[in-house]
């Protein structure tokens, strides 16, 4: 008699802790919080490598993660890779054109893109794919419309979208791009919700995805869902404080959490399994915008 082998469930998908890290406070710095597969945020973490705001991070490799880009007074293209553990590394030299305020998010289950950003002004719009072993490789020509502040998250399961953000010299856009399991980037995608840029991103559920919070011409917390076809449902009316430049990653699974952003808080939001943000919890850690997120292991 064959022995029964229970079903993958939630808890044995990856995605079960997750960072923040890096951002701007009363200048860049490198530290870092984690996140555990319950959604508590930890303390601070002493930072490693250089301090940046502008930055963004995605998973790679099914339990690792990689910070990349960002500004510490100038543009970088360096990057850190986040192990199974959580612990962050050193500087690696930087690939790609140097920038910040870039979108990222992680395809094809173990591979990632960053993708846009601005140079200051100027916004760009190359693409820089990471590869299972967390090496990011040199610029790919946009597809679609440049625009930084930008969010990004996976669906589908082996599929991302980075969607919203600001074109160069505006407006706002609230269009997306679908990246297939292959990380091939799609033409525009007409937008739906409210246009604004400073929001995040992030997967719950398995297979779908939410976009939240950013800034239209104030501060905004409503958020749009993702199905796992990659559609993108009208606003949902807002929950929690309403900010910019703030980060989110998943947890648990199949949960997701915002977290910190502008006026330099570390305010957080769960996300539960159905897509349902909640209220405000207490801030842990130094409070900072313009960070990066991932999950990890």
Known sequence: MFPIIPAASAADSGNQEGIFGFGYNSGPTAVSNLVSNAGVVATDVTGVGTGRYGIKATQYGGDKGIFAYGNDGSMQSMSNLVSNAGVVATDVTGVGTARYKVSACSYGEDKGIFRGGATNPPVVGMTNLVSNAGVV????????????????????????????????????????NLVSNAGVVSTDVTGVGSARDGLAACS?????????????????DVSNLVSNTGVVATDAAGVGTARSQLVACEYGGDKGIFGYGSGRTNITNLVSNVGVIGTDVTGVGTARDELGACSFN
């Open 137 to 176: 490789a040199t610029d790919v020509t946009v597809v679609g419309t440049e625009r930084s502040s930008a969010a990004g998250c996976e669906y589908g399961g082996d599929k991302g979208i980075i969607g919203f953000g600001y074109k160069d010299a505006g407006p706002r856009v609230s269009m997306s």
């Open 204 to 220: 719950y559920g398995d297979d779908t995805g939410i976009f939240g919070y950013g800034y239209i011409s104030g501060m905004t």
